[in-house]
């Protein structure tokens, strides 16, 4: 079935239509990246895009086609699969979209991130925006691991520094079963070897898998609770986006400097 929130799949007077209802824009972010022996390299771009489609719907609010090619890096050439832009390109990138959106009559943007390794641009990019934008266009992000303290608790169970872990086997279980090769499951689990460290390591030296957790603990039982908690939370976001205002009167704003992000 359509569904009409979804842009990519409507002509550019829907979309008009769309933005006189309501210039709320969302913009998912996924991945493309090793996730195990036992998760699909598209995880965290199934996870984005099925919670915003849900969600969207909820909130009727509409939700541009998710980007699956972002911050990736950190997981190194040690294993297949992983596609990455630099953080640098990838703030660039965003900083271009927000733009693309508010020239072409869009209000707000919130972005729906569900990689972990996107969320250091992804705040740099907001920063940029929410300034050079400021009184064009509102925008603002969250991350899918932790919208709320149970969500949290879910994904973090079993690893920290979680990927490719019993909560994304759980999403994945549920969304896409086909894609999760069951029979690797338990040689895809891998302990969280980063507590208590005080410096950053790319995957590949923290991992022996590729993931951190447990997947082989994953069921789509819980696959499916959980990402009915994931989108009732964000649509109640979305439902306080629409709404959401500058707490200031605009003759308190001030700006950058002219220039500053040339």
């Known amino acids: 079935m359509l569904n009409r929130y979804c842009i990519e799949s409507l002509t550019w007077p829907k979309v008009q239509a769309l933005q006189a209802e309501c210039p709320l824009l969302v913009l998912p972010l996924g991945a493309t990246e090793q996730h195990g022996p036992a998760l699909p390299i598209n995880t965290d771009t199934v996870i984005a895009d099925a919670l915003c489609r849900d969600a969207c719907q909820r909130a009727q609010?509409?939700?541009a086609p998710v980007i699956p090619y972002t911050s990736s890096a950190a997981h190194t050439d040690k294993w297949p699969g992983t596609f990455s832009q630099t953080p640098l390109s990838f703030i660039q990138t965003l900083?271009?979209?927000?733009?693309w959106a508010e020239a072409t009559g869009w209000k707000k943007l919130y972005i729906v991130n569900a990689h972990a390794g996107n969320d250091a641009p992804l705040r740099v990019a907001v920063d940029q925006v929410r300034i050079e934008l400021m009184g064009r266009l509102q925008i603002g992000f969250l991350?899918?691991?932790?919208?709320?303290p149970e969500i949290e608790a879910h994904f973090t169970q079993d690893a920290k520094d979680l990927h490719a872990n019993k909560g994304e086997c759980d999403l994945m279980l549920h969304l896409a079963p086909d894609t999760v090769d069951l029979d690797a499951l338990e040689s895809a689990d891998d302990p969280d070897r980063t507590e208590d460290l005080i410096f950053s390591y790319p995957v590949s030296q923290t991992s022996l898998t590729g993931g951190t957790g447990y997947p082989?603990?994953?069921t789509a039982a819980d696959g499916q609770m959980l990402f009915e908690k994931m989108c009732l939370a964000i649509a109640a976001k979305l439902e306080q986006a629409k709404l959401e205002q500058a707490p200031l009167a605009e003759s308190e704003w001030g700006s950058a400097p002219d220039g500053f992000y040339s």
């Open 143 to 148: 991350n899918t691991f932790f919208i709320t």
């Open 216 to 218: 082989s603990r994953g």
């Open 95 to 99: 900083v271009q979209y927000a733009k």
């Open 61 to 63: 609010v509409a939700m």
